[in-house]
């Protein structure tokens, strides 16, 4: 296997302490669980998504495991403004703040309560199963170059983490860009559903929801892929990724850093255990197989 270099990761405005970034929605909803997660071996995290007015979620169940992956409808719980007090012991850290809102006007007004402690934000133009967010929002292009532009007009950088669910995501990519981010995300969670033949009904509270894990990984790279070509800036790789193939072969499909997320659910220090197997003083130069498949 392909073993990097060490050293920092400088992706999309951020400089990230490896390639290995926690995921939105993943032990992400308080700074003490944010700094454990550093502590554990993450190159960067994001936090759970914000938005503007504080939301419970959906009904449970909001998680199944699957022998593949998680499929999960959580609904965007979030505490919205009170999350700034949250982030204060970590100034100066590698935390990306992912946000959320109905238009961009919302997406501004969130912005603006972190603009002083965030390292970057994360746009939640992806998750599948919030109504009037999400998935709903971003399968537009021009509403995701709005929401992307409005967010970078803070100065900070702005990451569009992009839905999977759509016929052609290149154009929804090329949007983000056309709207001044500095990296994409791909992807968030598929769109799915499992049915209880016991109970005679969907699994989770919600009905559908979002798959994550393994069985989504060959999704996620063919997007990243046709991102690298279709785009300019940065990739960042996500969805099923859990050993240190799986970051080099993001890598190879187009992706600069990767997240990871259902992957913790097994490990909590996944981020230490991929460390190990990837990195070595005298890897490669890591830029050097970034996109390396397209020849």
């Not at 199944?64 to 970590?90: R, T």
């Not at 959320?100 to 199963?129: I, Q």
């Not at 292009?141 to 839905?163: D, F, H, I, N, S």
Request: with cysteine.
């Amino acid at each position: 296997m392909v073993v990097l270099k060490t050293g920092p990761v400088p992706v999309g405005g951020v400089v990230l302490e490896n390639h290995l970034v926690l995921a939105a929605g993943v032990l992400g909803t308080t700074g003490s669980s944010l700094a454990r997660m550093l502590s554990l071996g993450a190159g960067g995290v994001v936090t759970k998504s914000i938005g503007p007015v504080p939301k419970d979620g959906h009904d449970g169940p909001c998680l199944a495991v699957l022998d593949d992956g998680l499929l999960n409808a959580m609904g965007l719980p979030n505490p919205s403004q009170d999350f700034v007090a949250e982030l204060a012991p970590l100034a100066k850290k590698p935390v990306v703040i992912s946000i959320f809102g109905g238009d961009p006007e919302e997406f501004a007004a969130v912005a603006g309560w972190f603009a002083g402690t965030a390292a970057a934000f994360e746009l939640n133009l992806s998750c599948p199963h919030a109504e009037g967010y999400g998935a709903a929002i971003g399968s537009d292009p021009a509403l995701v170059e709005a929401c992307t532009r409005a967010v970078a007009q803070t100065g900070l950088p702005v990451w569009v983490k992009l839905t999977p669910n759509v016929t052609e995501i290149t154009g929804i990519g090329r949007a983000a860009e056309k709207g001044g981010a500095s990296a994409i995300v791909a992807i968030n969670t598929v769109k799915a559903m499992r049915i209880s033949t016991e109970l005679r009904r969907p699994v989770l509270g919600h009905g559908f929801g979002g798959l994550s894990g393994p069985a989504v990984f060959p999704v996620a790279v063919r997007c990243v892929y046709e991102l690298y070509e279709a785009c300019r800036i940065p990739i960042i790789g996500c969805g099923g990724v859990s050993t240190a193939d799986n970051v080099i072969e993001m890598m190879m499909a187009g992706a600069s850093a990767v997240e990871i997320g259902s992957a913790v659910y097994r490990d909590v220090k996944i981020f230490e255990t991929i460390k190990a197997s990837l990195y070595a003083k005298d890897g490669i130069d890591p830029a050097g197989i970034v996109g390396c498949a397209h020849g």
